[in-house]
């Protein structure tokens, strides 16, 4: 069993930046894939950015060149950086390990608003 805790939402202006941090509770050393999906009000739950064991990054078309996705092993801890931030990136925010072996675990989810 991990534990997941997605932190660091919250009020953004247009334009804005927002950093969401993502802690598991033991090793993600073994973790093959970490992402970040989102869903917003009576919309499905979306993949935004993933991160592989090696560093491999993707990104949905409408977040390329405005967040950054990021892993830091040693902190159990992946990060999505987010600049540029627009109304539309509205939504909650959901942290997803998957590990080699086929396990999933969502973390509870972050509220991201962009408003003015």
């Known amino acids: 069993q991990v534990q997941v805790v997605e932190s660091g939402g919250g009020l953004a202006q247009p334009g804005g930046s927002l950093r969401l941090s993502c802690t598991a509770s033991?090793?993600?050393?073994?973790?093959?894939?970490m992402a970040w999906h989102r869903q917003a009000p009576g919309r499905q739950r979306d993949l935004v950015a993933s991160i592989t064991s090696g560093g491999s990054t993707n990104y949905v078309d409408s977040v390329k060149g405005r967040f950054a996705i990021s892993r830091d092993n040693a902190k159990n801890t992946m990060y999505l950086q987010m600049n540029s931030l627009k109304p539309e990136d509205t939504a909650e925010y959901y942290c997803?390990?998957?590990?080699?072996?086929?396990?999933?675990?969502w973390g509870q989810g972050t509220q991201v608003t962009v408003s003015s």
């Open positions: 033991r090793s993600i050393l073994n973790i093959a894939l």
């Open positions: 997803r390990l998957l590990t080699f072996d086929g396990y999933t675990w």
